[in-house]
């Protein structure tokens, strides 16, 4: 496959298209509301996927650095009035530096009490955030008026910091470094015999992972305009759903976080809205259930995701030629 | 001159000795042996050169640094390269992806890396197996991609252990050359475990034969295989070699 600046040629057509998709639809802020949640998704997804999904620990936690983050951009506006928009800057670092104390604490631990680990952070900050309220405002959140009336800036910000993402973890992949975080995936004690420093390169891995999901943190300040510690640190709507997009879209593959991505927001919104307005409004109750049901089918029937599992999928549905897919 | 110099090395688990003061020199350029009966230690001592047991008390020094408490990722970069007994392949990497792993210990590159790999992958005859799946190689394979994972790191030393474990009788000559070729072509020092005799013997320059973690035997394949402690501790202090019923 060709390549020009780092992105194939069929990566560049999907950039096009997202990069019209917020004038179809007649240009509704409705459905570019949607794009930005997706795009919001994929970012976090990409980070989630970094860590769990190509270094091998899972983490159950990634709301710890979304709320840094967006906690990075709220905190200096509600307390000096310094606009959220240094959140970009400064939501990413500070996800950075959470995730560098975290993980002298949880990289002592390995599989099941690693996630365990990463989750009990998760809200241990929650709630701390929640308590503090002298720093952080607690339950009442910060709120803040947002520059923009129309969606689109934010749609092309978040659309670019997901495309830096996607590239990084590409980027990455193709290095000594990606090649060290799989290594430490498949067996920890084989890469220390290589020469590989496995909890420095975990601690790097842990570094991008939260520099990304900080700065989707500070991207969802800036936009919704408010935050709150049972949403930003969510363990449901942040954490789970982050693994969630990783699972549905495909562990450990490039497209994988951007498609369960898709696929995830789109599920939410389906049921959320009771099948856009034409279903009983008990329809919308249902959404965790069926994102519960989802998990089991994907499990035993995909477990490689939608991604990494693209094969299968379509010799199921009757495509005949099966050729390699990158 | 000694690349490898083991002094009073014990390791105690609790109560069990399983490394007893062994004292061991190797010298740069040779194939020492180690030969022991089963549960006898040498895996342990493999461990406990490459720190991946922390030592109980003796030292260990590789080409003049002291390594005995050096953490396994920074002997490994000093140029101590080891296999394992149990093969710990890259499963969900390819081939030539797991030797590159190893490859990036003195590459910085990725075309770097895949040039190493490439000419380790053709050493150790895994050239044809280079795009599969390192989890759905054969026994063989896995055992040779071990060896090649660890070439790729330059190493100046390499612990073998057990490589030729398990392998049918055309593997297993395959295996030997290979061995033979690391140290005539590269110039590698090895250590090597192994049981099956006729391997041992046909390769090593010298012997080093421990039981229940000591030292009993040291020498030239000949002197070791008829030396009385040896035969003791593989075949029982009664069995006389004139009473072998085929004598």
Redesign the interface.
Known sequence: MKKYLLLEKREWIILGGAALAPWIFGFSPYFQGLLILVLMWVVLGNSWNLLAGYTGQVSFGHAAFFGIGAYAAAIPYHHFKISPWWGLLTGGLAAVILGYFLGKLVFRLRGPYFALGTLASGEILRLLFGEEEWLTNGHNGILYMTTFISKIPYYYLILFIAMGSLVAVKVIM???LG??F??I???Q??????????TKYKNIALAISSFFAGLAGAFYMIYMGFVDPEVVFALHNISILTILVGIIGGV?TIWGPAVGALIMVFIQELFRSSFFGVGPQWVSQLHSLVFGALVVVMILYLAGGVVGDWDIIRKKFGKKRVEGQG | MSILKIDNLTKRFGGLTAVDHVSLEVNEGEILGLIGPNGSGKTTIFNLI?S?YPVSSGTITFNGHDITHM????I??LGI??T?QVV??????SVI?NI???A??R????SG?RKVATEVLEFCHLDGVAKMKAGSLPIAGRKRLEIA??L??RPLLLLLDETAAGLNPTELVQAISIIKNIRTELGITIVIVEHIMRVIMTISDRIHAIAQGATIAEGTPAEVSVDPATIAAYLGSDFKAENRPDA
Do not use: H, Q, W
């Not at chain 1, 004690?189 to 496995?198: P, Q, R, S, V, W």
């Not at chain 2, 953490?71 to 920074?74: A, E, I, L, V, W």
């Not at chain 2, 590459?107 to 990725?110: D, G, N, S, V």
């Open positions: 193709k290095s000594k090649f060290y799989l290594s995936r498949e067996d004690e084989a890469a220390e015999a290589l020469g590989i420093d496995t450990g | 490459n991946y953490p396994t990722n920074r490994a970069k390269g080891r394992f710990k392949p890259l499963k969900r990497l992806e590159m792993v190893g990036f210990a590459e910085k590159t990725f890396a994972k660890a790729a790191t």
